[in-house]
Nanobody, 120 residues
Framework: QVQLQESGPGLVKPSQTLSLTCTVSGNSITTNSYYWTWIRQPPGLGLEWMGAISYSGSTYYSPSLRSRTSISRDTSKNQITLQLRSVTPEDTAVYYC????????????WGKGTLFTVSS
C-alpha cells in the first residue's frame, strides 16, 4: 500500500514563498518507473498539473508556472518538496501530491490534499 501525505503552512502572505512537503510511505520515491507530481485545484475550478520529479530526479514543470516553481526531493526521508514563489491570491487552492505511472501517464495514488490560502 502506498500513502502520500501533504504538509505545510495553511496561510502565506502575498509575495512570499509556499513550501509544501509530500511524505511517501510504502514505496521508495526512487523506484522505477514512477513520477511524483504536484496538482492543485482552486476553489470551484478544475485540476491543474504543476510539475513532477522522476524516480531519477529529473524535473518537469507546467509552462505557466515554471518561472515560479521548484520541485525537489530528499531520498533519505522519502519526501518530495514543492516551492512556489511570489504567491498571489490566485494561488489559493487545494494542493495534492500524487504518483504517476511512467509510460501511461496515469495516476494510481493521490494524497488527501492540503488547503493553502494566500492572504494578508
Amino acid at each position: 500500500q502506498v500513502q502520500l501525505q501533504e504538509s505545510g503552512p495553511g496561510l502565506v502572505k502575498p509575495s512570499q514563498t509556499l513550501s509544501l512537503t509530500c511524505t511517501v510511505s510504502g514505496n521508495s520515491i526512487t523506484t522505477n518507473s514512477y513520477y511524483w507530481t504536484w496538482i492543485r485545484q482552486p476553489p470551484g475550478l478544475g485540476l491543474e498539473w504543476m510539475g513532477a520529479i522522476s524516480y531519477s530526479g529529473s524535473t518537469y514543470y507546467s509552462p505557466s508556472l515554471r518561472s515560479r516553481t521548484s520541485i525537489s526531493r530528499d531520498t533519505s526521508k522519502n519526501q518530495i518538496t514543492l516551492q512556489l514563489r511570489s504567491v498571489t491570491p490566485e494561488d489559493t487552492a487545494v494542493y495534492y501530491c500524487a504518483r504517476l505511472v511512467g509510460g501511461t501517464d496515469g495516476i494510481d495514488y493521490w494524497g488527501k490534499g492540503t488547503l493553502f490560502t494566500v492572504s494578508s
